[in-house]
């Protein structure tokens, strides 16, 4: 998909910018991609419909019909958490003036073109805003894989630190009073790394576990660290070098998985669980949170066995001013556009800085439950009294 989406100029010229493809996120591509225009939603609200999964067998009866009337779909309208980010462009500060300048000269010599220049730099600053929107749906996308729901806060806006809670769970969660755990966490008999730990038989107990409930075991997603724990307990079992039950390693021939401008993922090889041959995909993704410090979207002790299109990230529609609109009879103040990441511009005519936003409202879902099983924590219990 294009990493373009319209940029709306609200003052100087009402055109479209086309946008580079943006970078692409290992989660968002493989698992949770978004289908348009199926997944593009005309309003702020989104619908997710979620498979509950009906396994049920018809009836043998003689004569007449048993009541096999089950819902197999649970359906919600949700509003989704909001991404916005914008960079500007000012010719007054040094860092933007030397760029214009160098892009002006990169045009040629015997027809340079300040226009071009100038819409080239306005590419380069609309795709570091859509490339971090990207990171946060990455955010959002990890935290589903790991609890089976999107629970976080946000600012109500950048000067109103009113926390807005964001809470989407994707499973019954039972009441506050009786807490039901998330099902599709698989609780290990010790952690990986400590005394007992046993992490092939743990691999083979989650896709036992996630194939008899309907899933579709086809990946086995890790950390790092989680990865150096699977590896030395197969070497310790015997298992490297049997073609049976590990191939591939570490050679990079397991193609076409995702695309290659993807570095900071790797399937280092294929392994074999209970009968089901697993790509072992190992992913160390990061960003940079609010204070700086490069995070991993995965934690360390991350493990999860999935399948590639298990869920998709459905987006709400967003409303921006028209500047235009306000100073002319006939138009509309403000307009309502659809899209993943709605990219505009917007131009102070009194200081000449340029402003390119971008803004999101996605929401990463699965289709059906059971899509994934993810390893838990051994020492972890659920406190009933909260």
């Known amino acids: 998909m294009a990493g373009t989406i319209s940029v709306y100029d609200t003052i100087a010229q009402a055109k479209t910018v086309l946008l580079e493809n943006k970078r692409p996120e290992l989660l968002?591509?493989?698992?949770?991609?978004?289908?348009?225009?199926?997944?593009?939603?005309?309003?702020?609200?989104?619908?997710?419909?979620?498979?509950?999964?009906?396994?049920?067998?018809?009836?043998?009866?003689?004569?007449?019909?048993?009541?096999?009337?089950?819902?197999?779909?649970?359906?919600?309208?949700?509003?989704?958490?909001?991404?916005?980010?914008?960079?500007?462009?000012?010719?007054?500060?040094?860092?933007?003036?030397?760029?214009f300048e160098q892009l002006c000269r990169a045009q040629g010599v015997l027809n340079p073109s300040h226009a071009d220049a100038q819409e080239a730099l306005l590419r380069i600053k609309g795709m570091r805003v859509v490339n971090r929107s990207a990171r946060g749906i990455e955010i959002l996308c990890a935290m589903l894989l790991q609890n089976n729901a999107i629970q976080f806060t946000m600012d109500t806006s950048p000067t109103d630190s009113t926390p807005v809670t964001i809470d989407v769970e994707y499973f019954d969660s039972g009441t506050e009073l009786a807490p039901i755990e998330n099902p599709q966490m698989y609780k290990?008999?010790?952690?990986?790394?400590?005394?007992?730990?046993?992490?092939y038989d743990d691999v083979c107990a989650m896709v036992r576990t996630l194939v008899q409930n309907g899933g579709r075991a086809e990946d086995l997603l890790m950390s790092e660290t989680a990865w150096s724990y699977l590896y030395a307990d197969m070497n310790t079992k015997g298992l490297l070098n049997s073609q049976i039950h590990y191939t591939i390693l570490a050679n990079g021939e397991v193609k076409d998985l995702f695309s290659a401008e993807i570095k900071d993922a790797k399937c280092v090889g294929q392994a074999q669980f209970n009968g089901h041959v697993l790509n072992l995909i190992v992913y160390n993704g990061a960003y940079k949170n609010a204070n700086g410090v490069m995070t991993q979207y995965l934690p360390a002790d991350f493990v999860c066995v999935l399948a590639p299109g298990c869920g998709h990230t459905i987006c709400g529609a967003v409303c921006l001013p028209n500047l235009a609109g306000m100073l002319t009879d006939g138009a509309p103040s403000i307009v309502q556009k659809v899209g993943k990441f709605i990219v505009s511009k917007i131009v102070d005519p009194y200081t000449g800085v340029v402003e390119i936003r971008c803004e999101s409202r996605p929401l990463p879902a699965p289709y059906h439950i059971w899509g994934w099983i993810t390893l838990g924590d051994a020492d972890q219990e659920v406190d009933p009294g909260t």
């Open 28 to 99: 968002q591509e493989r698992y949770f991609p978004t289908d348009e225009p199926l997944d593009l939603f005309e309003g702020e609200k989104v619908l997710f419909d979620l498979d509950q999964g009906d396994l049920r067998s018809g009836a043998f009866v003689k004569c007449g019909y048993v009541d096999g009337n089950t819902t197999t779909m649970f359906s919600n309208a949700v509003t989704p958490p909001r991404i916005a980010d914008k960079d500007s462009i000012n010719l007054c500060n040094d860092r933007d003036r030397v760029i």
């Open 188 to 199: 290990p008999a010790a952690n990986w790394g400590e005394t007992g730990a046993t992490p």
